[in-house]
């Protein structure tokens, strides 16, 4: 299966989604699960908030700087077998971190994985929009995109029990071994993708100039980066603000993961199937709009009692994660095929270096706070996030065309 848009049968095409989902849950578990072991690492390591902020934007930071130098390679290989080298190394990165003994080596790692991971998502999100015509593109975007939500759900939770029974180190122990059951099954499952390859012979000039010449694509990277600060300014701090501020018991801190996972797994799904009946730009500004409440309530929540945690959190993670379904499966029709795998590699280091620049923000605004403190000004980076969704929903307006 060498061609883009190729028809499966309906069997391939639920086993193709479903590797690509387990790569991406173990690709976003990798990521997601170092804001909650966040007070574990500082204890283990001895190091304050800022330097575990610094733990958190490296692994962003590294994946931005990784997707841009290879998104002028990467439309050379076969999708697949760049999806599996890739995975490899990131598997590899997610080991190191597991057997980290200090602060600079778990840096070193973190940078390891993310340096992998950064291209990896491009890869997926390239696969999806070769495989599949633009009209089906919201389905199985949705699907991939509920990893976010099994990583919630499951991941999570499990990787935090595990942290309490047998040290901080399991949850990367986990990952890495889930890692290497899916990498064999990528060889075989997952169907060769080369139809691009006639386009791939454009020196890296060209196609630079190809993805920055085009004023289309600086919007794409522009209405990306304020969907990811739209989220990402709060996200990294949610959990301390909802222990030291809003009081909530830190041995129920997965519960906030489990709830919100068990809702967003299944509308995610529905998110994608709203974006192909209706329209994808409709459904974000649905999704966008209705985010700006819970991210007010959550960054001015007083001390609250558990039930309206849980709410707000639930209807947060929902509304929240919802918006990328839309907005991801516009991206990926708003850009040619001959240059879609160079572009999303591009676009997922502008979406990770987002999320860094959005952490270190959110952290500057939020303003610090000592181990077992509260954050004193987390509501400054809520007016964040909601001005950077306001901006996301004048921006959509103009990526209502797909290719």
């Not at 391939?12 to 989902?21: G, H, P, S, W």
């Not at 500082?42 to 700087?65: E, N, T």
């Not at 791939?200 to 990306?224: V, Y």
Request: net charge positive.
């Amino acid at each position: 299966m060498q061609t883009q848009n190729v028809p499966f049968t309906d069997k391939q095409e639920k086993l193709i989604v479903a590797l690509l989902t387990l790569m991406n849950f173990a690709h976003i578990l990798d990521f997601v699960i170092m804001m909650p072991l966040g007070p574990k690492l500082i204890h283990a390591f001895h190091i304050d908030a800022p330097r575990f902020g610094i733990l958190v934007s490296a692994y962003a930071f590294a994946a931005a700087i990784s997707g841009l130098l290879g998104a002028f390679v990467i439309d050379r290989f076969d999708r697949k077998h760049a999806l599996i080298v890739l995975f490899s190394g990131f598997t590899i990165g997610t080991l190191l971190c597991a057997i980290a003994w200090n602060y600079w080596f778990m840096l070193f790692a973190r940078i390891v994985a993310g340096g992998f991971g950064g291209i990896l998502g491009g890869v997926v999100l390239s696969i999806i929009g070769d495989l599949f015509p633009p009209e089906r593109r919201g389905t199985p975007t949705g699907v991939v995109m509920s990893a976010f939500s099994v990583a919630s759900v499951v991941g999570i939770p499990i990787g935090l029990k595990a942290a309490d029974l047998f040290g901080w180190q399991s949850p990367f122990y986990m990952i890495a071994a889930i890692c290497a059951v899916i990498i064999p099954f990528a060889g075989r499952i997952f169907p060769s993708v080369k139809g691009h390859h006639q386009h791939a012979s454009l020196h890296w000039f060209a196609l630079m100039k190809a993805i920055f010449a085009n004023g289309k694509h600086w919007i794409i990277f522009s209405f990306l980066f304020m969907v990811v600060v739209g989220g990402f300014s709060v996200i990294p701090y949610l959990p301390i603000y909802l222990v030291e501020n809003a009081g909530l018991a830190s041995e129920h801190l997965f519960l906030v993961y489990f709830i919100g996972g068990c809702f967003t797994f299944f509308t995610s799904r529905w998110i994608g199937r709203l974006s192909d009946r209706y329209g994808k730009v409709f459904v974000f500004r649905i999704t966008a709009s209705l985010a700006i409440l819970p991210i007010y309530a959550l960054t001015h929540l007083p001390r609250s009692t558990e039930v309206v945690i849980f709410t707000l959190t639930t209807i947060f993670m929902i509304v929240v994660s919802g918006r990328f379904v839309p907005a991801l499966a516009l991206i990926t029709g708003n850009v040619e095929g001959r240059i879609r795998g160079s572009f999303m590699s591009v676009n997922s280091s502008v979406q990770q270096m987002s999320s860094g620049v959005a952490t270190m923000l959110g952290g500057f605004l939020a303003g610090s706070a000592g181990e077992g403190q509260p954050i004193p000004h987390y509501g400054h980076a809520g007016y964040l996030a909601i001005g950077a969704i306001l901006i996301s929903l004048y921006l959509v307006r103009f990526l209502a065309k797909e290719q």
